[in-house]
């Protein structure tokens, strides 16, 4: 199968395949592979911290209540023998960025502090704020208020700034993520009760298998392991994808999400024609897809197989293989490792000497994430620290006279004078900041405005 064919497939019946595990969650007695496969697949989901729908919309309410403040750090490192990642790995070895993110929920304020860190010296802060729909910004070093803009009369603003204020809206919308992923349990249901049933027709029992797992230091651990063929595949995607054609109602729901999100770009006045999909849009790119997949010659070998590990002493393992002519051309490996005092999770991917791994560890109030990409000979590495605070105490001041200044409000002859001092002031403090940085500032004068 062509390679966005599989993926399209592998992404679909992956999906379904969560949903239908969460149906499994009585005893193991007596149960088919076919049903263990999915019992400890749901198991696995748990301990990777999966919550179902009805949790994660709640999460999704309460975090937008919340007051939070996060503080943390991030760091980046390169190996390599190449001469070229070599500079950039000695400048990265000695950069961090320190940032505390203060966020008070029922008062719609927020506050992110962002400062650089070079030889372990701070050598700038932006300051970002929000209260309602006012968003502001502030370096103390060109400007010692926040200079902010209110997303309301924003044609007014341009045209005062004197620019083409034509495509310009007055306000700027945004996406609503709890409208956004909110789906009424009738849709769910409708949704898992008609993809999950054709999984369930289309996949053959024997394609569901119990193995014990060599790797494992207790030798009664088992592999649950479901094994897809090429031509498997082929039929069940084409099967989805022809009860999707007629699915009104998911086909309404897909509709109606795609405008959600294409909702802000259409206020921005971007062409209609580029933003709108209709129903008969969504038929005609299914139809297309399915002739396409028709037309394709498979083979009978298998092009996807998903094990997963029994799960056993705070340990679960998923993982999820592509392969073509029974050599594997792309692997996913997901685990969990709970114990008392902390819970961690690694994802990794590979396919074609190119590894990328993602590990998280965290406590009630401490997170790490690292991000490793190794490709050939060099590796790059991405750290974040993040520490909870006490919420109680979290405080976000807002906007007045004495600590900003709003654009709405200006007029053309004050924000050029502002312009002015900001430059000013940049001026200023810029070889300073250089030397800190390690750059030689010998060179032309910079103009002034």
Not at 221 to 243: A, D
Not at 330 to 349: A, G, H, L, P, V
Request: hydrophobic content about 35%; aromatic content about 6%.
């Amino acid at each position: 199968m062509k390679q966005k064919n599989v993926w399209l497939a592998i992404s679909i019946i992956f999906a379904v395949l969560v949903i239908l595990a969460g149906l499994y969650f009585a005893t193991d007695l007596f149960k088919s592979p076919e049903q263990l496969f999915y019992s400890k697949l749901a198991e696995s989901r748990k301990m990777l911290g999966m919550t179902n729908y009805d949790e994660t919309i709640k999460q999704l309410q309460q975090v937008e209540q919340a007051s939070t403040e996060v503080a943390g750090e991030i760091t980046a490192k390169i190996t390599s023998n190449e001469e070229d990642a070599k500079q950039i790995a000695d400048v990265l070895a000695k950069g961090k960025i320190k940032y505390n993110v203060k966020t008070v929920g029922p008062e719609q304020k927020e506050q992110t502090d962002i400062t650089l860190n070079y030889n372990q010296k701070d050598i700038v802060t932006c300051n970002f704020r929000k209260e309602k729909e006012q968003y502001g910004i502030k370096i103390a070093e060109a400007y010692d208020k926040y200079i902010s803009v209110e997303n309301n009369n924003l044609k007014a603003l341009f045209q005062k700034l004197g620019m083409d204020a034509s495509q310009i809206p007055n306000r700027i919308e945004t996406i609503d993520y709890k409208e956004l992923f909110s789906i009424d349990k009738e849709m769910r249901n409708h949704i898992k009760d008609t993809y999950t049933r054709i999984l369930q027709e289309t996949i053959p029992s024997e394609c569901y298998t119990i193995e014990q797992d060599t790797s494992a230091s207790d030798s009664a651990t088992k592999l649950y392991k479901l094994t897809i063929t090429e031509e498997q595949l082929k039929n069940t995607i084409i099967k989805i994808l022809e009860t999707l054609k007629t699915d009104d109602m998911t086909l309404d729901l897909i509709i109606n999400k795609y405008s959600a999100i294409m909702a802000p770009y259409t206020m921005m006045g971007m062409p209609t024609n580029e933003l709108q999909i209709t129903k008969a849009d969504l038929i005609d790119a299914l139809e297309d897809e399915l002739q396409e997949l028709r037309q394709e010659n498979v083979s009978n070998t298998p092009a996807l197989m998903i094990t997963v590990h029994e799960a056993k002493n705070g340990l679960s393992n998923i993982e999820v293989s592509m392969l073509n002519d029974n050599k594997e051309m792309m692997k996913f490996d997901i685990r969990s490792e709970n114990t008392q005092d902390n819970k961690k999770i690694t994802m990794k991917c590979s396919s074609e000497g190119t590894e990328v791994s993602i590990a998280m560890t965290y406590t009630d109030k401490n997170a790490v994430a690292e991000v490793k990409i190794k490709s050939d000979e060099t590796i790059i590495e991405l750290k974040m620290t993040a520490e909870l605070k006490n919420a109680q105490n979290v405080t976000v001041e807002g906007f007045t006279q004495e600590n900003s200044v709003k654009l709405n409000d200006m007029t053309r002859q004050e924000i050029n004078t502002l312009t002015q001092t900001i430059y000013t002031n940049v001026i200023k403090v810029l070889p300073q900041k250089m030397q800190l940085l390690g750059i030689n500032t010998m060179g032309p004068t910079l103009p002034t405005m």
